[in-house]
């Protein structure tokens, strides 16, 4: 069974809104939120198959090996509410353990990516009540009652994209997931650790070169969707990492000076000048712990693989 809703804030900002928000700063950034159209969904399952990109892998691994005490923790007849709506594979193993699972909530700002996920889920799991959300998972998202009683709320937030969010806004967010599951509800969140430098950039910086197509692909998405004039050639992607601050920095940065028009801003460009597109923060099992605390959750328990580059925790509001 399948059902779509939308949650929306009428306030929400738009694609454009925040796009222009970004551009004008002194120091320029987009949302890496908007990375993720069909085209970028792509690239991305791309990337997660990539030598270099050693999180997916590792995570995939982490659940394969404890999938049933991570299964144990969530409870019976939970409704699970997936943010981001991924390939599926790692969730297909957390439903497959799960005890009857009353229903599954992906919910993704991507309407393509949503459908795509909502359809394989549908087809390895007929029986299971699918309510797709089409939201902005980083803001108040209305969830639907499913059919089926169910026990509790449990949240799954895998891929490590909590690092995508400075701490102060991965605190309100993980707040937010607290008081979206209720007192008892529970959040089973992937959360990549730091290691050595070399790992961590490779990892953003593939031989291949998709990373980079990912990461211009939003360029284009702007030229497309806004009516943007990027010329996608005058722009070179660039990841490093920042050990002071624990995180990837990604960027696209300017290879001359240039002028780019989208809706009624110029918006000039240094040679060397970058927009920041997406921060990556590595966590250790300290620290996480205690931003997951200061928002509200306890940490009940964490997984590892051997070499301690990914963790996977159940945390409870």
């Not at 989208?262 to 966590?283: H, N, P, Q, R, V």
Request: aromatic share 10%.
């Amino acid at each position: 069974m399948e059902r779509t809703a939308t949650s929306a804030d009428s306030a929400a900002p738009t694609f454009l809104s925040e796009a222009l928000a970004g551009l004008t700063k002194p120091r320029k950034t987009l949302p890496c939120k908007y990375f993720y159209d069909a085209r970028g969904s792509q690239l991305f399952e791309e990337i997660c198959g990539l030598d270099e990109y050693y999180p997916t892998r590792t995570e995939l691994g982490i659940m394969e090996e404890h999938v049933d005490g991570m299964a144990d923790a969530v409870g019976p007849d939970v409704r699970l509410v997936e943010l981001g709506a991924g390939s599926g594979r790692k969730t297909r193993l957390l439903l497959d353990a799960l005890d009857g699972p009353a229903a599954y909530l992906p919910v993704e700002i991507s309407q393509a990516a949503l459908d795509g996920c909502a359809r394989r889920l549908r087809e390895a799991f007929p029986d299971l009540e699918v309510l797709s959300v089409c939201a902005d998972y980083t803001r108040r998202v209305d969830l639907p009652r499913p059919q089926t009683a169910y026990e509790g709320t449990a949240a799954y937030f895998p891929g490590s994209t909590i690092g995508n969010f400075e701490p102060d806004e991965a605190r309100t967010f993980l707040n937010r997931v607290a008081r979206l599951v209720g007192e008892g509800g529970g959040l089973l969140i992937g959360v990549d650790l730091q290691k050595e430098r070399d790992v961590l950039e490779d990892a953003y910086n593939d031989a291949r070169g998709v990373t980079a197509a990912f990461n211009l692909n939003l360029l284009e998405r702007i030229n497309r969707e806004l009516d943007g004039d990027f010329d996608l050639d005058a722009f070179h992607h660039r990841a490093r990492w920042n050990p002071d601050e624990g995180r990837i920095e990604m960027h696209l940065v300017s290879r001359r000076p240039q002028q780019v028009n989208l809706a009624d801003e110029a918006i000039d460009f240094d040679e060397g000048e970058y927009i920041t597109t997406e921060y990556s923060y590595k966590y250790t099992e300290e620290s996480f712990e205690a931003l997951a605390q200061s928002a509200g959750f306890e940490a009940k328990q964490v997984w590892t693989d051997d070499r301690e580059w990914f963790s996977v925790w159940y945390l409870e509001a």
